[in-house]
């Protein structure tokens, strides 16, 4: 294999939103408490009252300006602002989860495509959208015109062909801001960006580059993929697949995401007594789940069949797969032992057949395809 061909091929044909809150709790207390506007805001608890203990869950702009940030200690917000401005407020998590569903059904009425990544966060595929609106950047522009005029919040968010550049792009765009990449203006985007800006690349990460001379994503795409892969292991292939532009990962609607199993079963009328017949309509399923786990982006650790005769007596059979898969043929292989396991059913014959995938395991990336 050549050391070009080590990327997967780029697929630049999906609109992915990513839109993301500005400093959602502390926007969500400012719009609540206007005489707060101009004050330093600090959601989480006053250390001054409680023995110097707490940590910053989110802090409005003016309070970054100081220098504090979420996840800081909150005793540190102390030292940094000066007092007359400072002003701490409890979190109020119903509340952001209220505003957050708000938010969430303006989203839904562009598509059912939602992936939450947290309550102020999610990513949005508006490749087909309910409004059939073309404009990926208008449905964005739309939506965040709307949690502004009706939520009285900023948001910011990115547009892009996959969801690490529509990240990138709301990153860079805050706040309340929007930044569009085409696929075109992806690797020149990218090149500007410093490494620190690319997910999964952290500090220590970011001091090996630095080593190796690597500053900007520019820098990061002049290196070799099998430089980054053998130094970096699994996520030097992301890093390398970033550098380029590259994300497959698909969008996994938060509904999806919770759901259990994939399965599909069949009756029959007249009842199936050949073998061969059998198993031709379980290979069938098993093309079939291939494809709504690749849909999904997930691997599954177990599958399980259920035959049903003519005298209505039903089996189901289960078997745990050595590694998590999406393959038809593991599935069926699988399937088919488990079927020639049952028996004495197809001499009465069967009048119900199905095959179920279940135990998810979600494929963040594409997986290495080097060594097969
Ligand atoms: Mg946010």
Redesign the pocket.
């Known amino acids: 294999m050549s050391k070009e061909n080590l990327l997967p091929q780029n697929d630049i044909h999906r609109r992915i939103i990513h839109l ?5 709790y502390a926007s969500v207390e400012t719009r609540d408490h206007p005489e707060l506007k101009n004050k330093a805001l600090v959601v989480g608890q006053d250390p001054r009252h409680n023995g110097g203990h707490g940590v910053v869950a ?1 802090c409005n702009y003016h309070a970054r300006k100081y220098g504090v940030h979420s996840a800081m200690p909150a005793i540190q917000a102390v030292h940094l602002v000066p007092e007359e401005e400072l002003v701490f407020i409890r979190p109020n998590f119903e509340k952001y989860h209220r505003v957050s569903a708000q938010v969430h059904s303006f989203m839904h009425e562009i598509t059912d495509l939602v992936e939450s990544v ?1 309550l ?2 999610a990513y949005l595929d508006v490749t087909h959208n309910k409004i059939g609106q073309e404009s990926s950047v208008q449905l964005a522009l739309d939506l965040q015109k709307k949690i502004k005029s009706k939520l009285g919040l900023n ?2 968010f990115g547009v892009s062909y996959n969801k690490f550049l529509a990240k990138m792009g709301s990153e860079y765009a ?1 706040p309340f801001g929007r930044t569009v990449i085409l696929p075109d203006e992806a690797l020149n985007f990218l090149g500007m960006q410093k490494i620190a800006k690319f997910p999964g690349i952290g500090p220590k990460t970011q001091e090996e580059l630095h080593k190796m001379d690597v500053y900007t994503g520019g820098d990061l795409r002049q290196v070799p993929v099998f430089v980054l892969l053998k130094k970096f292991k699994k996520m030097g292939y992301i890093i390398a697949q970033h550098a380029h532009g590259i994300d497959l990962r698909p969008v996994v609607a938060d509904s999806d995401a919770n759901r259990k199993s994939i399965g599909m079963e069949r009756t029959y009328e007249p009842a199936i007594y050949n073998r061969d017949e059998a198993l031709t309509k379980m290979r069938n399923y098993c093309e079939y789940l291939e494809k709504e786990l690749k849909k999904r982006g997930f691997h599954a650790g177990t599958v399980v069949i259920k035959v049903r005769n003519n005298n209505f007596e039903t089996v189901t059979k289960r078997r745990k797969l050595k590694h998590p898969s999406d393959s038809c043929f593991e599935f069926f292989d699988v399937a088919k032992d488990l079927f020639d396991s049952v028996h004495g059913f197809l001499e009465d014959g069967i009048r119900l057949l199905g095959v179920t995938v279940t135990d998810f395991e979600k494929n963040n990336y594409q997986p290495i395809k080097l060594f097969e």
């Open positions: 993301d809150m500005d400093a959602f989110t947290a102020d966060e948001s910011s805050k």
